[in-house]
């Protein structure tokens, strides 16, 4: 996955810099689809590794809710 990821991205990021340099309006628009693609490849390569973030202050361990305005 990660070659893939990489033979996608690189010719995409050439394919950006000549379409940048010259305004060319169809091989930007080709680049960018190859990035997204890119981007998604590393978006599955990672699904593995995800973990669920939510604030340290907010929830104790037992999943009860902390009021931490100060108030009584």
Do not use: C, N, W, Y
């Not at 930007?28 to 340290?56: C, D, N, T, W």
């Amino acid at each position: 996955m990660k070659k893939l990821q990489l033979f996608t991205a690189l010719p995409s990021i050439i394919l950006l810099s000549i379409a940048l340099f010259f305004h060319l309006d169809f091989l930007f628009i080709v680049s960018m689809v190859g990035i997204f693609l890119a981007m998604m490849i590393k978006q599955f390569r990672m699904r593995g590794q995800m973990v669920e973030m939510r604030h340290p202050d907010g929830v104790e361990d037992d999943d009860t809710e902390i009021d931490i305005s100060g108030e009584d």
